[in-house]
């Protein structure tokens, strides 16, 4: 798959002492994904938009709020609601893109 028309953060995303690592894109109609590497280990993150993370090669498990730890293996989707906190358990290097749906606010 390849993007066209959009702009990229040059400062990259930087969690768990770069364990994992990503870059954000913006379409031309404001919307976000992010592209990146997840090494092997365990995490805890958390979303305010829905996303959608499409693994593009490498198997994780997931642990969503309420749910049993679930394994992907690539290629897969996993959606992750709004406003969620997640464990991940990553067993091999995932390559990942990052889709962001904004939360409607009332």
Known sequence: ??????SIAQQANILFDGNITSRSITFNDGSKKTLGIMLEGEYELNTVNKAIIDINSGTLEVMLPAEDWVEYV???????????KYKLK???LVDYCCSFEKVAYK
């Open 74 to 84: 690539a290629p897969a989707s996993i959606e992750i609601a709004q406003n969620s």
């Open 1 to 6: 798959m390849e993007f066209n028309n959009i």
């Open 90 to 92: 990553v067993t091999s």
